[in-house]
């Protein structure tokens, strides 16, 4: 059974740093690609980062470029995402994904966590 479990999310002011946690069991960790997506209410999952198997290539959306990093350990099965600089619009639910592509497409991603929300206030 595949379980994939999200941890950090919080509430933090505006400019302030969250680091999100992703552990994953009862699939391939090393061979999946992973990413970072989130949502708000009656809006579409944006993805927000993905690395690639080996964490050397790394996709960052537009809006989180240079305030984020996303980076994996393999042995320890554990996804990151380090997150810097924040606002309001970062604000949503955080969800991780493992998928046999690369890129911020939500269908290439067959597993997902439930999510662990951000919150911040301004």
């Known amino acids: 059974q595949v379980q994939v479990v999200e941890s950090g999310g919080g509430l933090v002011q505006t400019g302030g740093s969250l680091r999100l946690s992703c552990t994953a069991s009862g699939l391939s960790f090393e061979t999946s690609y992973w990413a970072w997506f989130r949502q708000v209410p009656e809006k579409k999952r944006e993805g927000v980062a993905c690395?690639?198997?080996?964490?050397?290539?790394?996709l960052y959306a537009d809006s989180v470029k240079g305030r984020f990093t996303i980076s994996r350990d393999n042995a320890k099965r554990t996804l990151y995402l380090q997150m810097s600089s924040l606002s309001p619009e970062d604000t949503g639910m955080y969800y991780c994904?493992?998928?046999?592509?690369?890129?911020?497409?939500?269908?290439?991603?067959?597993?997902w966590g439930q999510g662990t929300q951000v919150t911040v206030s301004s």
């Open positions: 690395i690639n198997r080996s964490g050397v290539a790394k």
């Open positions: 994904a493992a998928g046999d592509r690369y890129g911020l497409d939500a269908d290439s991603f067959a597993h």
